[in-house]
């Protein structure tokens, strides 16, 4: 069953169309991250099903009802958002009970409840403290047991990580996933931590220019994107552009401006003679060009260059290589710790698939 529908949702900010005839159902229990730039539309999508800020067409339904003229607090919506900070002046306690309270909530029932929550965040014994007293991690785990002690239909997320520091956001960004998970909390999470969106979610909607362009599994989108738009966007990508030269057994030949010979096994939907090539940097592997002796199969791309940049980033390594003195490559290779380092000005071959190419 859907919780959420929006359909056909409209919103223009005078000649501004901040979102662009939205429509997504989402089901009992997923975790979905709205994904784009800046200004694509995400945070006013989640202020429209908050009752924050009202469409201008298209309907929104939540649990089956139509809410469109339902104020915030009448729509069983739990928030966490940036605006929406705790209250300095409340306890945890009060501050957890506070959505409680609003909504009738039998007062003999409160205690329990709240209690219940603090244990979901892991705070038990902190229930007298004020925000004040709290680290931010803290603080934004009774924020989230705010959000989820009405037992909401859906939880809205905005940016529920971006105050803390990149360390603990990742401690938090776990909890946060077994905690929505535990308690099957149908939920929509907006942030521009890309890695974020994708480690969180079921499912990523990608939007762009108030419109959603693709909507699919974290895996899918990064694997099979839908235009040049999500590849450009989700993860890192080296781009050729080519002419279509030939080619055979299911294997297209391109050609670059710069002379380059790229092989790809996918085509574009509609045949065209020139196209742009993405390959992912994880899929290109370096070999030193000394001693390479690369065989070179109609199904493979061997192209020469000489190592620009060499960055050891921890678990991985991103080394920069330049081709034919022009194009530039993005490679990242896995710090096994045994693997020669590579060096600057070292003459080394990039080997990626065919089937590693995407064409656009
Ligand atoms: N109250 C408003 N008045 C006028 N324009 C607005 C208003 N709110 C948002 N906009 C505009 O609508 C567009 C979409 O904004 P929105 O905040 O939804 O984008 P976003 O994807 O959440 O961006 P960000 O990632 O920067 O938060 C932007 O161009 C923004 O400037």
Not at 8 to 26: E, F, H, M, Q, R
Not at 324 to 339: P, S
Not at 344 to 354: E, I
Request: hydrophobic fraction near 40%; proline fraction near 4%.
């Amino acid at each position: 069953m859907n919780v959420l529908e929006l359909k056909n949702i409209t919103k223009k900010y005078g000649p501004l169309v901040a979102v662009d005839d939205v429509s997504l159902d989402v089901e009992r229990g997923r975790v979905i991250s709205l994904l784009g730039p800046s200004g694509c539309g995400k945070t006013t999508t989640l202020r429209i099903i908050a009752g924050f800020t009202s469409n201008d067409s298209g309907s929104l339904k939540i649990g089956g009802k139509d809410v469109s003229r339902l104020k915030p607090y009448e729509r069983n919506v739990g928030l966490l958002f940036q605006d929406y900070a705790l209250f300095p002046h409340m306890t945890v306690a009060q501050n957890i009970a506070y959505g409680l309270r609003y909504r009738g909530t039998q007062a003999s029932g409160i205690p329990s409840r709240v209690d219940k929550m603090l244990s979901l965040v892991q705070l038990t014994g902190m229930e007298r403290r004020y925000p004040r007293e709290l680290s931010g991690g803290q603080q934004q785990r009774v924020a989230l047991a705010r959000a989820l002690a009405i037992d909401p239909q859906i939880v809205l997320l905005d940016e529920p990580l971006s105050a803390l520091d990149a360390k603990l956001r990742l401690e938090l960004r776990i909890e946060l996933k077994e905690i929505l998970r535990s308690v099957g909390a149908t939920t929509i999470v907006v942030t521009h931590d890309q890695e974020e969106a994708l480690s969180l979610s079921d499912e990523v909607v990608i939007m762009h220019a108030g419109r959603i362009v693709q909507r699919g599994s974290p895996t899918q989108v990064y694997d099979t994107p839908a235009d040049k738009f999500v590849a450009q966007f989700v993860g890192r990508s080296n781009w050729f552009s080519g002419l279509r030269r030939g080619g055979s057994g299911g294997v297209s030949s391109y050609v670059t401006g710069e002379g380059l010979e790229i092989r790809a096994r996918s085509t574009p939907s509609e045949k065209r003679d020139s196209a742009d090539l993405c390959v992912r940097p994880e899929n290109i592997e370096i070999i030193d060009g000394a001693a390479a002796k690369v065989a070179e199969g109609a199904d493979s791309n061997v192209l020469a260059g000489v190592v620009i940049d060499v960055a050891p980033l921890g678990a991985d390594v991103h080394v920069v290589i330049e081709l034919q003195g022009k194009v530039r490559l993005l490679a990242i290779r896995k710090n096994f710790g045994r693997v020669p380092e590579l060096v600057s000005g070292q003459p080394v071959v990039a080997l990626f698939s065919a089937s590693d190419v995407l064409v656009f």
